[in-house]
């Protein structure tokens, strides 16, 4: 009977050094990860022949949201291979909250969309403006809307050109 309890007891001792052994691994690799470097690295990118982005803003932030889309028209303008994407760029304001979360309905209007490009709006400010990358990024995600939707991205094919 003995022989067998010591059995049960390694193998339980076993069992919690390599569940302290997993634990540790994680702890390790978790620390070596850097969630802002991710974050820092954002892409979007559309397939098809267009594409549409509505972005959600809150009514108090229409400013801050259209001088970031200013400080964007001037990092295209400024980017080295990024004026083909920029031609078929415009951003629209919708006249009305057609959302019902009580929002300024923004639409990225992406026609003809270059492929493989990538659109992040904080990507491409940190191309031309990387020393004050984190004060227009918390301005531009600062003003999207509280609500659940804060940006809808909708690829397009071509079906019809009138």
């Known amino acids: ?5 010591d059995k ?18 994680g702890v390790l690799l978790g620390s070596l990860y850097d969630p802002n470097n991710a974050e820092a690295q954002p892409s979007v ?7 549409l982005m509505f972005h ?19 990092a295209l303008e400024a980017s080295d291979g990024r004026a083909e994407q920029a031609r078929g760029w415009k951003v629209f304001r919708a006249s009305a909250d057609f959302t019902g979360q ?12 270059v492929a493989g490009a990538n659109y992040a709006a904080s990507a491409i ?4 403006f990387a020393s004050d990358i984190e004060n227009l990024f918390n301005t531009y995600n600062g003003s999207f809307t509280d609500g659940q939707t804060k940006q ?3 690829n397009m094919q071509l079906v019809a050109d009138f």
């Open 1 to 5: 009977m003995r022989v067998h309890g």
């Open 8 to 25: 049960r007891s390694m193998r339980s001792i076993l069992m919690g050094i390599a569940f302290a052994a997993t634990l540790a691994a």
């Open 45 to 51: 990118s559309f397939d098809g022949n267009g594409a």
């Open 56 to 74: 959600f803003v809150k009514p108090g932030s229409t400013a801050d949201y259209e001088g970031i889309m200013q400080k964007l028209n001037d």
């Open 102 to 113: 009580n929002s300024v309905p923004y639409v990225w209007v992406v026609d003809p969309v």
């Open 125 to 128: 400010l940190n191309e031309v």
């Open 152 to 154: 809808l991205q909708v």
